[in-house]
C-alpha cells in the first residue's frame, strides 16, 4: 500500500475546447496577438517539456536510480496532466496564430534537454520533490494571473481552460509535497534550505534548456514572486512540523 497516492482530476483538454474556431478569438486585437504570442509559445514549450523530464527519470531508473512507488505514483498522473495541457495550448496556439499543430509537434520533438544542471536533484527524490513542488506552486500563481486575460476572451469554455489548468497545477503541487512528507519525515526539516538553495538556482541568471523544472520566464515570474513562492512552500512545511 502506497504511503501517499497522487491525486488528479483526469478531464480532456480537446473535449473542452474542441469546438473552438478562430472566429472564437476576434475580440483578440492584432496588438494584443502580438503581445501575447510569447505567452502562448512559452506555454506549449513548458508543459512539453515535462515529458523530457519524465523520459529523463526513466533513463536514471534503467541505469539503476532508485525512486519509489509513492513518486511514480505522483510521476504518472502529473505527467499525464501535463501532457493534456501541452495537447491544449498547442491547439490554442494554432488558432490564434495558425501554426499547424502537426508543425508545432515535430518542433517540440527537436528540443534537446539538458539536466547536467540538476543532478543533485534527480539523484535525490526527496530534493527533486521538493523542486518540483516550488515549480508546479510557481506555475500555480503565474497561470493564476492569466485567468482575467482568458476571461476577456468572451468564450465560457476558454475561462474554464485556464481555471482547470491552474487547478491541476496547485494540486500537482500538493502532491509532489506530500510524497516528500510520506517518504521522508526525517529530512522535512531540513526542507526550507533546500527551497533556499532551489531559489538561488531559479533567480541565477542562465538559459533554459528545456528541463521544465526552472522555466521561469515573463513578468509573472519576477524575483519577488518566486520569492514568495518560496517563502510560502518553506512556510507551509513548517506549519507541519512536529514541535520541538
Not at 519509489?68 to 501535463?82: G, L, Q
Not at 500538493?174 to 526525517?186: E, K, T
Request: with cysteine.
Amino acid at each position: 500500500m502506497l504511503l501517499y497516492e497522487s491525486k488528479s482530476r483526469g478531464w480532456h483538454a480537446l473535449e473542452l475546447l474542441g469546438t473552438l474556431t478562430p472566429a472564437d478569438f476576434t475580440r483578440m486585437t492584432a496588438d494584443q496577438r502580438a503581445a501575447e504570442e510569447p505567452m502562448f509559445w512559452e506555454s506549449v514549450c513548458s508543459e512539453y517539456d515535462a515529458e523530457n523530464l519524465c523520459l529523463e527519470l526513466e533513463r536514471r531508473r534503467d541505469a539503476g536510480a532508485y525512486y519509489s512507488p509513492e513518486f511514480w505514483s505522483f510521476e504518472k498522473v502529473w505527467r499525464r496532466d501535463e501532457m493534456n495541457h501541452y495537447v491544449g495550448f498547442r491547439r490554442l496556439y494554432t488558432l490564434i496564430y495558425g501554426k499547424p499543430e502537426a508543425e508545432i509537434e515535430a518542433e517540440m520533438q527537436q528540443r534537446a534537454a539538458d539536466f547536467s544542471a540538476f543532478g543533485e536533484f534527480l539523484t535525490d527524490e526527496f530534493k527533486l520533490c521538493l523542486m518540483l513542488a516550488y515549480d508546479e506552486l510557481a506555475t500555480t500563481r503565474s497561470y493564476a494571473t492569466d485567468v482575467p486575460f482568458f476571461r476577456s476572451l468572451g468564450h465560457p469554455a476558454l475561462a474554464q481552460w485556464i481555471e482547470r489548468v491552474r487547478g491541476d497545477e496547485a494540486l500537482h503541487y500538493l502532491n509532489a509535497l506530500r510524497v516528500a512528507q510520506a517518504r521522508f519525515p526525517d529530512r522535512m526539516a531540513t526542507a526550507p534550505a533546500v527551497i533556499a538553495h532551489i531559489l538561488d538556482l531559479d533567480l541565477t541568471p542562465g538559459a533554459y534548456r528545456a528541463t521544465f523544472i526552472l522555466d521561469h520566464q515573463g513578468p509573472s515570474y519576477t524575483p519577488e514572486i518566486l520569492r514568495g513562492v518560496a517563502d510560502t512552500l518553506s512556510g507551509v512545511i513548517q506549519r507541519q512540523l512536529p514541535a520541538t
